[in-house]
Structure formats: structure tokens, C-alpha cells
């Protein structure tokens, strides 16, 4: 087991150095940030002095042996529209997404996962085709279309909601709406592959000749079964949130960092956007390999497997 | 399948002819109606998709043809003016706060944001499968760096990667169209090297590769055609992933950019606009969805025929 969650650490940081190669290497190849950031006017000297300065005048290797370093202390250099360090800037954003991200994960949890159930025990009737059909329609509604459609509806026209803003727990729940049924329909399809491919096993029917109550059949049996791909696509979709957290808090000016990053990559504010990449590349690895790790916890045939090797 | 099953109780309802009546073709006839497969049935859903994927495509096609007027066409006089069934002065669709009509802007729209798409996808496709192949080939190194490289960008939402780069490398068409052919090639890569080393352990290779064929004879002419279904079925699941991604960044203002116009650039520029004109966002919004969930539905279907690993 320790040799398991080792190499899936080691695994890890490796992924994480690739992901900093990853932003310096862009960084480096979208020319001199001196040429972008200073006016034509400016004097060669005074780019001369700045380029010494912040040493990009020193060979590549240095460079990225350096630019390791100041990542690995937390320097992730300056906002250039905000004259603070960029890690600041955009540390002040996180509460706001995760609230946002965790209720819409909640939601298309809370959505998907009973959605996928009806389908799979319902296999072939109308309710399977229902959420089916619910499932991909929410995959394939581009979600800042939805976020308008709701805003058109809600704002516009009933006049219930407020459009954008983060102020009230009002605020939060067309965003909420927008980014967390697309999830529920993609959690919704693998919940009910997941759970057709348990229902066709053996001690399945055993459980029902026994005479179990539907729910006790649910929760004893089917559902600790059927967990370990859903939580792998769980730990996917985490992704998907943060991606599509990107476009809703631009159409519902949510505070977060989707919007300072659109913000930031429209100001090319290029300290700020390497530092989202790395906080957001992070977590994601992080939670990768949280569920990597819960699948030992599941499946104890997982874990004896591992014990053995 | 019922018209297999409706043959086969038929034949087995007939009174069964007499030997010498029986032709040799007729029991040849009458055996294959048992053998042979099901003949296509095709799903309405399925069909409604092909033909809204169809119209588009030639509407994209045409759009010089059909628009009444040119994409960037200006009438300041009716600006903001909604449908024409909906009371408006002019356009089908209305216009928009240039008073260019949304028609035939949603016509070259749907031309550009078709045309990414199948180019990114495209892109994509190769790519995928060229370092999939290598992988299978080469094993070893290449192999451990191509699944670092897929690890990598699975691990990474792409909307996230795709800003980065447009951030730092500024936007240029066809730098966004490279960026959309980065999206989903870690999956053609990883289905490519799986079945191609499948493949690698079957008969047909080894006996090809016994008569002398060279690596690259190998992989394009016999294992490309045998995996070619699972590619075609992720082509289709793709495509839809790189409208929304494009339509996404055009939205955010960080993709297509004007005078050209796409979908989601369409909707980005209604969005100011929701309080008094609504048509010129909803119009590019629903053909997004039709598109997508199109091509959604055609994928799904192709998948339950094509993928072996399915059955």
C-alpha cells in the first residue's frame, strides 16, 4: 500500500513538473515581456536595465533552474494591472469559485447519481429514455447559452433573480443552475452503465431472492459496488467544473478566478495566468490522486492486490 | 431485427417443400436468411441528426448563396430591429446593434465555427493517432513519454491549456485552430496504441509482417482500416467537444476574431444587448445546441455499432 501511494505521489509531482515546464516554456516562447509591456517610446536602455534585472538575460537553463525555485517558494511574480504579487491577486478569488464549484458539484452529484439509478432499474422504459435524453441535452447545451436562457427567463422576464454579482445566496443559484447540470448529465450516464453492469451480477439476484427491501438493495449492495467508476468520473469532472466555472462567472460576474483569468489573459497579465495555471493544475492533481487513493478504501480486492505486489 | 426474426418464423412456418422442388439456390436463399445480420434500422433520432448536421454543413457551404445580404453589412437605419414574424422591419432573424442581419451572419458563422471544428478534430485525429501508433511501435521511452504527455493533458481541463496558450502566444486564426487541434488527442492517442498493440498479437500482423511488410506498411494498411470504426466514433464524439470549446473561447472574446464571426462570438456580442434584443444571442445559442447535441446523438449511435469493445 505505501509502495502504491509512493509511486502515485512521485507520479504526481512529476505531473506538476511538467505542468510548470508547461507554463514556462510558453512564457518563454511568447517573446520578451519587456517588448510587450513597455510602450515602442521607451528607451533600449531602460529595457536593457529591466531585462538584467529580472534576469532574462541570463542563458535558458538558468532561467527555468531559477523560475523552478521562485515557483517552489510561492514567487509567482507581479500582477502587472494590479501592482501586487500575482499570488495575492488571485488567493483573494478562490473563496468565491469554490463556493461556487462545490455547489455545483454538489448539485450535479445530487442530480446525477439519482437520475442514473432510476434509469438503470428502469432500464428500457420511458423514465430510462427520459434521463437519457436530459443527460445528453445537459452535456450538449453550451453552458453560456444556458447561463443566458436562465438570465432571459429569470431576470429578464419573471424578474425573480438577480443577474449577476455574488452578494446574496440569491446570486448563487443560476450559476449554480449553468454549471452543475451539465456534470449531472455526464455523472447521470455513468451512473447508469455502472449500475446496469452490477445489477447483472450474481449476488445481485441473490440479495433480491432473499427478499431485500428495494432500499436496502440500493445502499447494501448496488451502490458500494457501482462506486468506483462513478467516483473516478467524479474526479474527472472536477475538471469540467473548473473549466466551465471559467465561462459562467463571466456571464453571471462572479467573482472568481474563471473571470480573472479571462480578465487576465484579455490584460495578457501574464503573472496572473501562470499563477491560476499552476493553483488550478495543483488541485487537480491533488484530487487525482485523492481518488486514486480512495479506490484502496472502496475495494478492499484493490487493496489485497496491492498488499500482494 | 424484427425483419429477421419475422423471415425466420415465416420459413419456419411454410410447409416445407418437397426435395425435388427445392432448388440449390433457394436452400442457399433461406439458410442466409438465418445468417446473415439484421438489415440497418436506422432511429429517427439518429436520421433527424444526420439531416440537421447536413443542412448545416450546406448552409455553411452556401452561405454566400443564401444570405440576403453580406455578413458584415451595415443599416444603421434599422438597428436592433427584431424577426420579422415577430413584428420587426427587416430580417428573418432580425438584426443586430450594427443592423447587420443575423441571418446571414449566422450563415458565415456557422461556415467558421464548422470549419474549426472539422479542422481541429482533424488535426487532432492524426496527431493521436500517429504518436498512438508510435507508442505501440517504438514501446519503450517513446512510449512512457507519449502516455506522460496524454497523462498530462488528461489531467488538465483543456479550456484551461487553450487560454494559457492564447494568452502568452497571442491570437492569430491559425494558432486558434492549432489550439483546437490540441483538444482530445490524448484519447485517440490512447485508444490507437491499445488496439494497435492488440492488433500487434493477431494472426494478420504477424502473417504480413512474416511476408516482409515494412512498420508503416503495416500500421496504415492493415491495423488503421481494422481500428478505423473506434476512430471514426471518437472523430464524432470530438467534434462536438471542439464546437463548444471554440464557441466557449469566440464567446469570451478569445477566439475567432472580427471582422470574422463565429457562433459563439455571435452570442458573446449579444450578450450586452439581452435587455432589448434577445434574438441576437438566442439564434447562435440554439444552433450551438442543435449542433451539438446533432452530433452527440450521431456519435452515441455510431459507437453502439461500430465499437468492439462495446460488444
Known amino acids: 500500500m505505501l509502495a502504491f501511494i509512493l509511486r502515485k505521489t512521485l507520479r504526481a509531482l512529476l505531473t506538476m513538473f511538467l505542468v510548470v515546464t508547461f507554463t514556462f516554456l510558453i512564457l518563454r516562447i511568447s517573446g520578451d515581456p519587456t517588448e510587450v509591456m513597455f510602450p515602442d517610446d521607451v528607451p533600449q536602455e ?107 427567463l429569470f431576470s429578464l422576464k419573471l424578474r425573480l433573480l438577480p443577474s449577476s454579482g455574488s452578494a446574496t445566496p440569491e446570486h448563487l443559484i443560476m450559476p449554480v443552475i449553468t454549471l452543475g447540470t451539465a456534470t449531472a448529465g455526464i455523472v447521470a450516464r455513468f451512473t447508469r452503465t455502472a449500475v446496469l453492469d452490477v445489477l ?110 | 431485427m424484427n425483419k429477421a426474426i419475422d423471415a425466420a418464423s415465416a420459413a419456419s412456418m411454410n410447409v416445407a417443400p418437397s426435395a425435388d422442388e427445392r432448388s440449390p439456390f433457394a436452400q442457399h436463399d433461406d439458410a442466409d436468411n438465418f445468417r446473415c445480420k439484421p438489415p440497418v434500422r436506422y432511429p429517427l433520432l439518429v436520421v433527424i441528426s444526420a439531416l440537421v448536421l447536413a443542412t448545416l454543413f450546406l448552409c455553411g457551404l452556401f452561405a454566400e448563396q443564401l444570405a440576403p445580404t453580406g455578413y458584415a453589412t451595415q443599416d444603421l437605419a434599422s ?128 502473417a504480413v509482417r512474416a511476408m516482409g511488410a515494412s512498420p508503416l506498411r503495416i500500421y496504415l494498411r492493415h491495423i488503421l482500416p481494422n481500428i478505423a470504426g473506434v476512430l471514426i466514433v471518437q472523430f464524432t464524439l470530438n467534434f462536438p467537444s471542439t464546437v463548444l470549446l471554440e464557441s466557449s473561447l469566440s464567446f469570451l472574446g478569445l477566439g475567432i476574431q472580427p471582422p470574422l464571426t463565429s457562433l459563439g462570438a455571435m452570442l458573446g456580442e449579444g450578450r450586452n444587448y439581452l435587455i432589448n434584443a434577445w434574438w441576437i444571442s438566442v439564434a447562435p445559442g440554439t444552433v450551438i445546441f442543435c449542433v451539438t447535441l446533432s452530433a452527440c446523438i450521431l456519435g452515441d449511435w455510431l459507437r453502439d455499432r461500430l465499437d468492439p469493445t462495446l460488444r
Not at chain 1, 495575492?88 to 461556487?100: F, N, Q
Not at chain 1, 488550478?280 to 489485497?304: E, K, Q
Open chain 1, 200 to 309: 447483472g451480477q450474481p449476488f445481485v439476484m441473490a440479495a433480491k431472492a432473499k427478499g431485500l427491501s428495494v432500499s436496502r438493495l440500493i445502499f447494501g449492495h448496488v451502490l458500494p459496488n457501482a462506486a468506483i467508476p462513478v467516483i473516478t468520473i467524479l474526479g474527472l469532472q472536477l475538471g469540467s467544473v473548473i473549466g466551465g466555472a471559467l465561462v459562467t462567472e463571466t456571464v453571471f460576474a462572479w467573482p472568481g478566478i474563471g473571470r480573472l483569468l479571462v480578465q487576465s489573459v484579455n490584460y495578457r497579465d501574464l503573472a496572473v495566468v501562470q499563477t491560476i495555471v499552476l493553483i488550478i493544475a495543483a488541485s487537480m492533481i491533488i484530487c487525482n490522486l485523492l481518488v486514486d487513493m480512495a479506490y484502496g478504501w472502496l475495494d478492499p480486492r484493490i487493496r489485497s492486490e496491492r498488499a500482494g505486489n
Open chain 2, 79 to 206: 438597428r436592433l430591429s427584431p424577426p420579422v414574424w415577430l413584428g420587426g422591419k427587416s430580417g428573418l432573424l432580425g438584426t443586430d446593434f450594427l443592423g447587420r442581419d443575423i441571418f446571414s451572419r449566422l450563415l458565415y458563422a456557422v461556415r467558421i465555427s464548422l470549419l474549426v471544428a472539422f479542422a481541429g478534430t482533424l488535426i487532432s485525429c492524426t496527431m493521436g493517432t500517429i504518436l498512438g501508433f508510435l507508442a505501440a511501435h517504438r514501446k519503450g521511452w517513446t512510449d512512457e513519454m507519449v502516455m506522460m504527455l496524454v497523462d498530462f493533458q488528461a489531467s488538465m481541463p483543456f479550456v484551461l491549456i487553450a487560454l494559457a496558450i492564447l494568452a502568452f502566444l497571442g491570437n492569430s486564426l491559425g494558432l486558434f485552430v492549432a489550439v483546437m487541434g490540441l483538444n482530445g488527442w490524448e484519447r485517440f492517442a490512447r485508444f490507437t496504441r491499445g488496439l494497435a498493440r492488440s492488433a500487434s498479437a493477431r494472426g494478420y500482423v504477424a
Open chain 1, 46 to 152: 531602460v529595457k536593457d536595465a529591466y531585462r538584467t534585472a529580472w534576469g532574462l538575460d541570463r542563458p535558458l537553463p538558468e532561467q527555468f533552474a531559477k523560475y523552478l525555485i521562485s515557483v517552489g517558494h510561492g514567487d509567482l511574480g507581479y500582477s502587472f494591472r494590479d501592482s501586487r504579487p500575482a499570488l495575492d491577486v488571485v488567493t483573494e478569488r478562490i473563496p468565491a469559485t469554490l463556493r461556487l464549484g462545490l455547489c455545483s458539484f454538489a448539485l450535479s452529484i445530487c442530480l446525477g447519481i439519482p437520475l442514473g439509478l432510476c434509469a438503470a432499474f428502469r432500464r428500457n422504459t420511458f423514465l430510462d429514455r427520459l434521463a437519457t435524453s436530459v443527460s445528453v441535452m445537459g452535456y450538449s447545451m453550451p453552458n453560456f447559452f444556458l447561463g443566458i436562457l436562465l438570465i432571459l
